[in-house]
Structures are given as structure tokens and as C-alpha cells.
């Protein structure tokens, strides 16, 4: 399967895959609830500010191509290097200027309350991960989580992969890969489960 790393030229194509995946995700109609019309739109801006954002620090961004074509993609980032660069955010801060206030809090509501989840030791956390509604079922995603799981073993302070699904659809394809539920809660009206699988 063709892995590779997503590069700045690739931030729009890749918040596309992942955006399309999005739409219809629990945390998205959460999250952006009062959008309207530019529910989409919203859901596709923030995810390029958002990886934007983690190319700027850094963050492994990885993705499935298929015929030249992105198919899926995968953000993450190591839990022991989070020195924020400065500005990085700016377009992210943008994009909030756009959402509601009532979307922004909600935004940072689910920031506050997922992170406080995380494990407390140093992993390596995928923030987001999905497949192009087109491509779904053909091991994607899975691949591109094993690919984490990889760069967690090569980490030595990393002592595994962390991450979170608002969808109990999600939770058994996980646990079939080795991730066990480490928490759950609610945050606003969703139902949030912080998933680790320790390294081998």
C-alpha cells in the first residue's frame, strides 16, 4: 500500500479526503451545529487551517494514494514534542472569526475535555484519520494507523498510540487492532471515548 507523507503542497487536497469523510461525523454536527449552508464549506476551512497548523510544528501527516490520488489521510502528533511554534495558528484563528461564538466555544470545549483524556505518559496521539466516502473498506485506514503504531515503536520515549471516536460504530474496529477504552464522557451532547493501544 502507497504510504506516504502529506507535504504542505498536498494541505488542500488532504483536507478535501478528510472533510468528505467528516460530513456526516457526530462531532462535526456537534461542533458546527449553527452553520447552515456553510456546514460543509466550515467543515473543509477548519480542517485546512487545522492542518495547516500541524504541518507548521511538525506533526506526521500521513496518507494512502491510489492512481496519483489522495484516499485517505491521517494527522497526529507526538505528545513529547509539543512546543507550539509561534503564529502557527494565525489561520486557524482566522477561521474562527468566520464560526459562530457559540461554535467557537464548542470547539474549545471538545479540545479541553478530549485532551484531558489523553494518556499522562509521552505517545504519539492521531488526531484525526479518515478515508474518501469512495474508498471506504479497503484497509486504509487501518493501514495509516499501523503507520503511527510504527512511529511510536521507533520513539524512544513513545509508549503508544492514543485516540478518540465520538461514534461507539468505531470502538470495535479499534479494539480489533488492539486499542482498549481508556475513558469515556460527555462533552455537550456527544459521547467522546479515548482509545490507547500500548506498544508491542
Request: net charge negative.
Amino acid at each position: 500500500m502507497n504510504i506516504f507523507l502529506v507535504k504542505e503542497a498536498d494541505i488542500v487536497e488532504a483536507a478535501e479526503i478528510i472533510s468528505a469523510s467528516f460530513k456526516n461525523y457526530e462531532v462535526m454536527r456537534y461542533l458546527f451545529n449553527d452553520s447552515g449552508n456553510d456546514y460543509e464549506a466550515h467543515i473543509t476551512e477548519f480542517f485546512l487551517a487545522f492542518y495547516q497548523f500541524g504541518l507548521a510544528n511538525n506533526w506526521p501527516c500521513y496518507g494512502v494514494r491510489v492512481n496519483e490520488q489522495w484516499v485517505a489521510v491521517a494527522l497526529g502528533c507526538n505528545s513529547s514534542e509539543q512546543e507550539i511554534i509561534k503564529g502557527s495558528d494565525d489561520a486557524l484563528t482566522e477561521f474562527y472569526k468566520k464560526i459562530s461564538p457559540q461554535a467557537y466555544r464548542r470547539i474549545e470545549q471538545y479540545d479541553q475535555q478530549a485532551d484531558a483524556a489523553h494518556p499522562s505518559k509521552a505517545h504519539f496521539f492521531i488526531d484525526s484519520i479518515g478515508t474518501h466516502p469512495d474508498h471506504q473498506g479497503k484497509g486504509y485506514a487501518k493501514a495509516l494507523i499501523l503507520k503511527y503504531q510504527e512511529l511510536s515503536k521507533s520513539d524512544v520515549h513513545s509508549t503508544g498510540v492514543g485516540l478518540n471516536t465520538e461514534s461507539d460504530n468505531n470502538i470495535n474496529f479499534y479494539q480489533h487492532l488492539g486499542y482498549q477504552v481508556k475513558a469515556q464522557q460527555k462533552i455537550g451532547s456527544l459521547t467522546s471515548w479515548s482509545l490507547f493501544r500500548a506498544d508491542d
